[in-house]
């Protein structure tokens, strides 16, 4: 083949390689020191175009600083060349696959309650609500607190650490268990009753900008002030601003924020808002249809409908007039002509030896039963309905097969987060990822697809040219997370570009397992010893109490893991770096393996109806002013991260803690990084 290529002109190599995806310019490469030459004489235009074939940038003409500023993550501002900002990129890809590695971290203690979270990869913020009121933004990487609004009404306030009675309201600014949204800038969170505060980040408030509408209310401009004073020395970066006072005239049952747009909704009624000039939009009539009563579960918005998850069925409507324009009854049997079932056997298999960060993709086949769904008639169903196509026929209705099937076997949906193409999904039975659609970035071939060399779960392929939705949806599992009567205590889930965060107790960091097991508050089995005899090769059995509760990992079940696995070999096809890049570190070293604003040139796989379709227990926008209280909140924790700690760190010392010595179980942000390391 060379021998034929050599007379070409450069050019037109160079045009025949554009078409070739990273795994097969890896494998060219590596096919001859000719081939090798030619890629080093040509790197820059050979890398640029593979940017462009997977959809690392939008256009040939992107420049590589203009692609850094575009996809602003921290590990690809130090790429030199277009080889790097490929290998870096596609390796994100690979790790949400799977294929990679990945790390675990985790926010808490001071403030430790926290309910609510948001993050902002772009400025480095993480922004939390909690439990017993207040908001605090924290600096994404240094754990530094920038900025708050009265988040220390806990159980002790400082520095005082007079006691404050748990069952009454909070005197902090912002009321407790408020939940938060947040975009492009604009913050925005409830008080009791109808009325939102909207915020702007100081580093974007413009005076000249300023709605002429709804404008904030003494107490917003008090509290600013009062915050102004207290932060004065980390501003103005993660500080913000009043912005406007919005309220409705119902009671707000949930509420989203897709920017420009606020979406409130009440029991009967729906309003879109304008965040930037704080109008009223559009009012959205019988949000319930022609139900007797319900409860508002969750509500979501794309550029063009309004989506309401209520008590007796899913509702769309058209933000052109209004009107309802598509009904999906609630408790139905099946949803669509093609169903998935995604097996958990290689999860449970791991559970005894996987780390904090560890994914492991799970096969998946089309099923006729109906029995994945007997608990909740459908724990998941992913569409992107165009009209041009009946909703069964657009539909795939996925579901779990749990390996082992007993009485108390029934799991539930918790929690669903939806961003750049990717899902985080927590159920009952444990914390998982999917890639919608693997093609987009080239991890799959979708030619290869099509002409039929690789089928997909052996999808029928007329259901595929039918319109069927995702038919190469890819699931993981982070088999760590399994702890089924604590599961359901997540509170809120965010997915970014990088990053799964979820909120759990912090009983639940690695350190703290055995502690919560010996004072009987975490279940299962205790540690493997590490019997270097024992065969490594042998599968593994879960018992009862792997499926039940408990969690397993120490330092002696990973030491026989790691012993387990250093055999293994990583499949060739997983990678496409050249002979000097260094391979993916093996799944259990200590780094493990492993939103909803699109591209306006080509977006990435998205879905209006992913989240709508979510099992009823997803409540990311509830805005319930009678939320139960927890009554066995314990105290306060530290932020910190299981890595090292840079240098040049320094010991948080404002607001100890009392009890600051003792291992906590308070709610705090569990944090799966799948960024390249």
Not at 489 to 496: D, G, L
């Amino acid at each position: 083949m060379l021998s034929t290529l050599e007379n070409l002109p450069t050019e037109l190599v160079l045009r025949i390689l554009a078409y070739l995806p990273l795994q097969s310019l890896r494998a060219l490469r590596l096919a001859s020191r000719t081939w090798n030459t030619f890629f080093v004489d040509n790197e820059s235009s050979i890398y640029h175009h593979a940017a462009l074939l997977h959809r690392f940038i939008d256009s040939i003409h992107t420049l590589l600083p203009q692609a850094k500023d575009a996809h602003p993550l921290k590990f690809l501002q130090d790429a030199p060349d277009w080889l790097t900002y490929c290998r870096k990129y596609y390796q994100l890809q690979q790790n949400w696959m799977g294929k990679g590695s990945a790390k675990a971290r985790y926010f808490g203690n001071n403030p430790y309650d926290i309910h609510r979270i948001k993050v902002d990869e772009l400025y480095g913020l993480l922004i939390v609500t909690h439990e017993f009121g207040g908001l605090t933004v924290f600096d994404l990487d240094t754990a530094e607190i920038l900025w708050q609004l009265d988040s220390v009404s806990v159980f002790f306030s400082y520095p005082q650490k007079t006691a404050v009675d748990p069952a009454q309201p909070s005197k902090g600014y912002v009321r407790r268990y408020a939940h938060c949204e947040y975009e492009n800038g604009y913050l925005v969170f409830d008080r009791f009753g109808s009325a939102k505060e909207i915020w702007r980040l100081d580093v974007l408030f413009d005076a000249a900008e300023k709605p002429c509408l709804n404008l904030p209310d003494d107490d917003q401009m008090s509290a600013w002030k009062k915050a102004s004073r207290d932060f004065a020395s980390t501003g103005p970066r993660g500080h913000f601003r009043p912005w406007a006072l919005i309220e409705t005239a119902d009671h707000a049952r949930a509420y989203r924020f897709v920017y420009p747009t606020l979406l409130v909704c009440g029991l009967r009624k729906a309003y879109l808002w304008n965040v930037c000039t704080a109008e009223l939009l559009l009012e959205v009539d019988n949000v319930q249809g022609n139900a007797g009563g319900g409860d508002i579960n969750y509500v979501e918005l794309s550029g063009t409908h309004v989506f309401v998850c209520s008590t007796s069925a899913l509702r769309v409507f058209a933000r052109r007039h209004g009107e309802m324009v598509l009904e999906i009854k609630s408790y139905q049997l099946v949803y669509s002509d093609v169903r998935l079932a995604v097996q958990l056997d290689p999860a449970v298999a791991r559970r005894k030896y996987a780390d904090a960060a560890e994914a492991v993709c799970l096969p998946a086949e089309p099923t006729l039963t109906t029995a994945l769904y007997t608990a909740s008639y459908a724990e998941f169903s992913a569409a992107r309905h165009s009209g041009e196509v009946s909703m069964k026929a657009a539909t795939l209705e996925i579901g779990k097969t749990i390996p082992r099937i007993g009485a108390t076997d029934e799991h539930f949906s918790i929690y669903l987060a939806f961003e750049h193409g990717r899902l985080g999904v927590i159920t009952t039975s444990g914390v998982y990822t999917a890639t919608l659609d693997p093609t987009y970035h080239g991890l799959f071939d979708e030619d290869t697809l099509r002409a039929g060399k690789n089928d997909a779960y052996r999808i029928p392929r007329s259901s595929i040219d039918a319109g069927l939705s995702h038919p190469y949806i890819t699931f993981v599992s982070l088999p760590f997370y399994h702890d089924r009567r604590q599961l359901a205590k997540v509170t809120c889930a965010q997915i970014t570009e990088t990053k799964l965060f979820f909120i759990w107790d912090a009983m639940y960091k690695p350190e703290n397992i055995e502690f919560f097991r010996q004072l009987g508050m975490i279940g299962g089995s205790p540690p493997i010893a590490n019997d270097s005899s024992a065969d490594v090769d042998a599968p593994v059995v879960a018992d009862d109490d792997d499926l039940e509760v408990g969690l397993f990992t120490t330092a002696d079940t990973l030491a026989q893991a790691a012993a387990q696995e250093a055999g293994a070999s990583q499949e060739e096809d997983d990678d496409w770096e050249g002979a000097a890049v260094e391979e993916p570190p093996a799944l259990l070293s200590l780094s493990s393996s492993a939103g909803a604003q699109l591209d306006t040139t080509e977006a990435e796989p998205s879905s209006s109806l992913v989240d709508a379709l979510m099992d009823d227990d997803a409540d990311d926008v509830h805005d319930h002013d009678d939320d139960d209280i927890p009554d066995d909140h314990d105290h306060d924790a530290q932020w910190d991260d299981d890595s090292d700690t840079e240098e040049g760190d320094e010991p948080a010392t404002q607001n100890v803690h009392p009890f600051a010595g003792f291992v906590r179980d308070s709610p705090i942000v569990f944090c799966i990084d799948f960024s390249p390391q």
